[in-house]
């Protein structure tokens, strides 16, 4: 493996205009003593040693940085900030935005996205894919509920007996056709020669801007490292079912 660390780049410029918060919703209260963004920090700290993580930002995140500044240092995992480009929008668009602090692998995670149960060896497991030699692959539970698939990064996984692979891609693919897909990632890793080609064909398909069917090449085929269910809390539906649940 290379010395050079892996970089993880989370997205971190959003508005959170849906739930129309008065802090950053990475800054969402999900328990005592506790905010969303503690969950994605704690995937990554049985990694610290192999990352460092580049958080994109916009203007206003001034208590995000102090935050994971603090929780940053407290893992000894090396930690930047970058702009997101304004000519690039979308989560994809903050993800380009980080390319010259790109790794030999690179992961994306969202800090609105919280697994029901931890998964300590998800972010080891889908790097050491990538240097298994996968240009790409994506971190996915499955799901069945058609208005889940709707709204999130829908996937089609195929069957097979080794490790599951993507078939089928859409992004907020609607209620029509939600019932071709089965299940919705969570990450997504990357090699740094396949990163130019898998982000065009990504942040594309998030703009609903695919031309062609065979826009979505790059994405297919990518392996899948399965993980339990997990909650988007950029809505206040689904922050409230967190919640529930978590006092269950």
Known sequence: MSAERDTVV????????????????????TG??????DATVEL???????????????????????????RCTELGLPLAFAFQDPGLPESTGAVLSAEPWFGPATLVLLADQVLHTPEPEAVGDILDLIHAGHPAAFLA?????????????????DDAPDRPRVVG??????????????????????????????????????????????????????????????????T???VTAYWTAARS
């Open 169 to 234: 891609f859409a992004d907020k693919p609607g209620l029509q056709t939600a019932g071709r897909f089965n299940a919705i990632w969570f990450g997504y890793a990357v090699a740094r020669p396949s990163a130019p080609r898998f982000l065009a064909a990504l942040h594309h398909a998030t703009l609903h801007r695919l031309a062609q069917p065979d826009d979505l090449t790059a994405l297919l085929g990518a392996p899948v490292i399965e993980v339990g269910q997990f909650s988007d809390l950029g």
């Open 10 to 29: 989370l997205p971190l410029a959003g508005a959170g205009s849906r739930l129309g918060l008065p802090t950053p919703k990475e800054l969402l209260p």
């Open 44 to 70: 990554l700290a049985p990694h610290a040693s192999r990352l460092r993580l580049v958080a994109v930002i916009g203007d206003g995140r001034e208590s995000t940085v102090r935050y994971l500044r603090s």
């Open 236 to 238: 206040w539906p689904a």
């Open 32 to 37: 005592e003593g506790r905010v969303a963004l």
């Open 141 to 157: 539970a499955r799901e069945s509920d058609p208005e889940r698939l709707a709204v999130d990064g829908a996937l089609l996984l």
